[in-house]
T-cell receptor, first 116, second 114 residues
Framework: ETAVFQTPNYHVTQVGNEVSFNCKQT?????MYWYKQDSKKLLKIMFS???????VNETVPRRFSPQSSDKAHLNLRIKSVEPEDSAVYLC???????????????FGPGTRLLVL | GDSVTQTEGQVTVSESKSLIINCTYS????????LFWYVRYPGEGLQLLLK?????QKGSSRGFEATYNKEATSFHLQKASVQESDSAVYYC???????????FGKGTQLIIQP
């Protein structure tokens, strides 16, 4: 099966803990993304990687760090979570990047994080 | 920066009636953006419904249509006759030249009444 897979589906943790989310795509794409969907349902880009190279790094707190071991994997680590980190984190991939990117982005099911 | 506005957070339509979900956009880069509608069905991931990359063109999929109106900077989603299976959250989005990301609207939840 070719798709974008995310683990875990749901994670509950306490303020100050470290969490890590995994994303794997089996579509053979070169570019992967992390988006955050907050409580107001707004989806915003956080990071984008092309062939293991960081190409988009929006203004996110430094406690967020993406990690890419190869072009099929893009994990997200959050050191010392805060209550405002409670959200759904969506991973996506697309065939290529650069220029006027017409390529469709394919999304995973998301990881819901609840910080108590 | 770029922005996408969906004015309705929720729309309720009776089965077999027509639907329109509004989307307007603002893009700051030179040239026209690519426009997309994504959909999230209950229990599933976000998936592309349709896209249009040329101003003035219409995209269609699964009975849904959207026309790229550059004068009105709009990309409204329409369907002539909705079904219960259309219940989902619909997101309008765009990307622009040099921007390696999608900019999304807040989404519109479509509820179909039997």
């Amino acid at each position: 099966e070719t798709a974008v897979f995310q683990t875990p589906n749901y994670h509950v943790t306490q303020v100050g803990n470290e969490v890590s989310f995994n994303c794997k795509q089996t579509l053979g794409h070169d570019t992967m993304y992390w988006y955050k969907q907050d409580s107001k349902k707004l989806l915003k880009i956080m990071f984008s990687y092309n062939n293991k190279q960081l190409i988009v790094n929006e203004t996110v707190p430094r406690r967020f760090s993406p990690q890419s071991s190869d072009k099929a994997h893009l994990n997200l680590r959050i050191k010392s979570v805060e209550p405002e980190d409670s959200a759904v984190y969506l991973c996506a991939s697309s065939p290529r990047t650069g220029g006027l990117n017409q390529d469709t982005q394919y999304f995973g099911p998301g990881t819901r994080l609840l910080v108590l | 920066g770029d922005s996408v506005t969906q004015t309705e957070g929720q729309v309720t339509v009776s089965e077999s009636k027509s639907l329109i979900i509004n989307c307007t956009y603002s893009a700051t880069s030179i040239g026209y953006p690519n426009l997309f509608w994504y959909v999230r069905y209950p229990g599933e991931g976000l998936q592309l419904l349709l896209k249009v990359i040329t101003a003035g063109q219409k995209g269609s999929s699964r009975g849904f249509e959207a026309t790229y109106n550059k004068e009105a900077t709009s990309f409204h989603l329409q369907k002539a006759s909705v079904q219960e299976s259309d219940s989902a959250v619909y997101y309008c989005a765009l990307n622009t030249e040099g921007a390696d990301r999608l900019t999304f609207g807040k989404g519109t939840q479509l509820i179909i009444q039997p």
